[in-house]
């Protein structure tokens, strides 16, 4: 099986599987501020603060689903959006929201104040794909209707709901924070970047000043051969990561180890929907999956910048 047509089954089992929980041994270290000027608030107007608030959050993701708490341990969702500064009422922009397991999270947390913007691929990555069919592109350009629809389905609160693609994201500067959740490898892996490119700059023009980007991606090893960590295998190294952002001007403010997962130690054989919840490449095969399992989900980067 190819590894797109993996990517594929990988992304429709994440929809309905959950992992198992890590073990206590590997459970992340407390964030590691690389910088010491990380944003904890943001100013919209002089009158008007937008900080972090934790017991908010925690009563959201408190009232997800059991399938959605079943990967807290892999995801650590109040510790992210803590360490990325996200507050109620601010103006946020999720990439590749799909199914919405982070905007379920979001609505409710940015409250009637607040407003979230999903963000697709731009059309033209998608034909890249095995499954890009001439009749999926055909339904992927009524998606921003559509998943505004299916947003304003997932609350009960009046948080105002828009979408997007990298494309046709507006260059107003009305966002306060944009988020990578694990979205960056496909807009790396084809056409030699010019997706994570041309995405990264959209972004960038639809950014305040002052504005945050945070970013959680499978990380492959530092020295980990070029073509492999190209996000083909779902991989990216993060000096390169660093490299796309800092190229359309944004600054790098913080690093932290929350997602970390140290016994994900890929190779150039591997791919990172070999494990958990995906387990892409174990089959019927019970020692592999319990081996895949073991390891738990991949080792991710998470890193915070700032448009100036």
């Known amino acids: 099986m190819s590894i797109r047509a993996l990517f594929l089954a990988a992304s429709v089992t994440a929809l309905v599987a959950c992992s198992p929980a890590r073990p206590e041994a590997v459970k ?15 100013t919209t107007a002089p009158e008007v603060v937008m900080a972090f608030d934790g017991a908010a959050l925690q009563a959201v993701v408190m009232a997800q689903g059991d399938s959605t708490k079943a990967r807290y341990d892999a995801r650590h969702p109040v510790e992210t959006l803590e360490f990325f500064g996200i507050a109620p009422g601010m103006a946020v922009g999720e990439a590749l929201p799909g199914g919405g397991w982070y905007s379920k999270i979001l609505l409710p947390y940015l409250g009637d104040d607040g407003r979230l913007v999903g963000v697709d691929y731009d059309l033209a990555l998608w034909p890249n794909f095995d499954f890009g069919t001439p009749e999926f592109i055909e339904g992927k350009k009524n998606w921003p209707e559509t998943w505004v629809e299916d947003a304003n389905g997932w609350t009960d609160g009046g948080t105002n709901i828009d979408a997007y693609t990298f494309a046709t994201l507006p260059q107003d500067g009305s966002l306060d924070a944009f988020l990578f959740i694990r979205a960056l490898h496909n807009m ?34 530092d020295d980990a051969d070029a073509e492999w960590a190209n996000g083909s295998a779902g991989y990216l190294r993060k000096p390169d990561v660093i490299a796309a952002f800092e190229a359309a001007g944004f600054a790098l403010v913080g690093e932290s180890d929350i ?45 915070l910048f700032r448009k100036p």
């Open 259 to 303: 997602n970390a997962n140290p016994l994900d130690m890929p190779t150039t054989d591997d791919i990172v929907w070999r494990l958990p919840p995906s387990l892409a490449t174990s089959g019927e095969n019970p020692e592999l999956r319990a081996q895949m399992e073991a390891i738990g989900e991949s080792n991710r980067m998470t890193l």
């Open 188 to 221: 790396s892996r084809f056409e030699d970047g010019r997706f994570i490119q041309s995405g990264v700059a959209a972004v960038y023009g639809a950014l305040k000043p002052g504005g945050v980007v945070g970013v959680v991606q499978h990380a492959g090893p």
């Open 28 to 42: 992340p270290a407390e964030p590691v501020v690389a910088k010491a000027d990380v944003p904890v608030a943001v």
